[in-house]
């Protein structure tokens, strides 16, 4: 099992930028692609982006398509998601995962979990 924590939510304005980072233990990270989810309150975890392990294909919802930006560094065990042109409909807990297969969008299929980082957009 591999631990993940995320970090560098926080507020901010509509318009404005954020970057995510997700730090996971363990020596098998770039094995497995990882991803992004996002809930917010009263609606269902849902699925913002994710890359292969090697980092070269990367899958968006599209409701963030052309604004955010998911990347790895497999050297540093690390994964990144920049948020640019953030909108209140943004405004989730967003989780870092991983999953032992191919990429999907299904929550359900992921098999690691972060604590997850506030993300707040004000209009």
């Known amino acids: 099992q591999v631990q993940l924590v995320e970090s560098g939510g926080g507020l901010v304005q509509t318009g404005g930028s954020l970057r995510l980072s997700c730090a996971a233990s363990g020596r098998t990270f770039s094995s497995y692609p990882m991803g992004w989810f996002r809930q917010a309150p009263g609606k269902e975890r849902e699925f913002v982006a994710a890359?292969?392990?090697?980092?070269?294909?990367?899958y968006y919802s599209d409701s963030v398509k052309g604004r955010f930006i998911i990347s790895r560094d497999n050297a540093k065990n690390r994964v990144y998601l920049q948020m640019n042109n953030l909108k209140p409909e943004d405004t989730a807990v967003y989780y870092c995962?991983?999953?032992?297969?191919?990429?999907?969008?299904?929550?359900?299929?992921?098999?690691?979990w972060g604590q997850g980082t506030q993300v707040t957009v004000s209009s």
């Open positions: 995962t991983r999953r032992t297969g191919s990429v999907v969008t299904a929550a359900s299929s992921y098999d690691d």
């Open positions: 890359i292969t392990s090697g980092g070269g294909i990367k």
